[in-house]
T-cell receptor, first 117, second 107 residues
Framework: DSGVTQTPKHLITATGQRVTLRCSPRSGDLSVYWYQQSLDQGLQFLIQYYNGEERAKGNILERFSAQQFPDLHSELNLSSLELGDSALYFC????????????????FGEGSRLTVL | DAKTTQPTSMDCAEGRAANLPCNHSTISGNEYVYWYRQIHSQGPQYIIHGLKNNETNEMASLIITEDRKSSTLILPHATLRDTAVYYCIATGNQFYFGTGTSLTVIP
């Protein structure tokens, strides 16, 4: 158990809909990362938050948005869903804002599997 | 963040050492080398990381060449449970995962 909690574990929805994925980081971790993994693909970095502020953006579509709340949990909002958005969405947390500072180790949740029909 | 190159797939016999190479020829002085693995569709798991010295922990050893342009992850006695995709990342900033090396441990 990494200490990172993601909900829901599975989600099935239709094209055009909007969903929200939730992530609770490990206790004390200030940094939250979101990743997308489509079938047989590598992990695509979407976005990072550190202590409530957006820290870095990766390949995140404009239809997607995220935020980190004062209690440090984070939500990833996916709207106008398309079939190609079907994927595993992982959240990871770490105490540090950057790799290499302190341990810089990412702790991953078990993911939310989104299926768009 | 430095680009990394890894073989797409490798096999290893159970009980033997698995040596997974990674090339990161453009790595800069403040970038660390990290290794993670992902078993099936689980969340990736941290294995080890290092800056310039070789590192060892209970899971694996990390050998970084003196010029830091490449590294090797060594699983000393591979078991069937080590079958996974292994990701090498060279970074001082963000964690960008590539497609990794798919390691299959064969009985």
């Amino acid at each position: 158990d990494s200490g990172v909690t993601q909900t829901p574990k599975h989600l099935i929805t239709a094209t055009g809909q909007r969903v929200t994925l939730r992530c609770s980081p490990r206790s004390g971790d200030l940094s939250v990362y979101w990743y997308q993994q489509s079938l047989d693909q590598g992990l695509q970095f979407l976005i990072q938050y550190y202590n409530g502020e957006e820290r870095a953006k990766g390949n995140i579509l404009e239809r997607f948005s995220a935020q980190q709340f004062p209690d440090l949990h984070s939500e990833l909002n996916l709207s106008s869903l398309e079939l190609g958005d079907s994927a595993l969405y992982f959240c990871a947390s770490t105490p540090a804002p950057l790799a290499g500072i302190r341990t810089g180790e990412l702790f991953f949740g078990e993911g939310s599997r989104l299926t768009v029909l | 963040d430095a680009k990394t190159t890894q073989p797409t797939s490798m096999d290893c016999a159970e009980g033997r050492a698995a040596n997974l190479p990674c090339n990161h020829s453009t790595i800069s002085g403040n970038e660390y080398v990290y290794w993670y693995r992902q078993i099936h569709s689980q969340g990736p798991q941290y294995i080890i990381h290092g800056l310039k010295n070789n590192e060892t922990n209970e899971m694996a050893s990390l050998i970084i060449t003196e010029d830091r342009k490449s590294s090797t992850l060594i699983l000393p006695h591979a078991t069937l449970r080590d079958t996974a995709v292994y990701y090498c990342i060279a970074t001082g900033n963000q964690f960008y995962f590539g497609t990794g090396t798919s390691l299959t441990v064969i009985p």
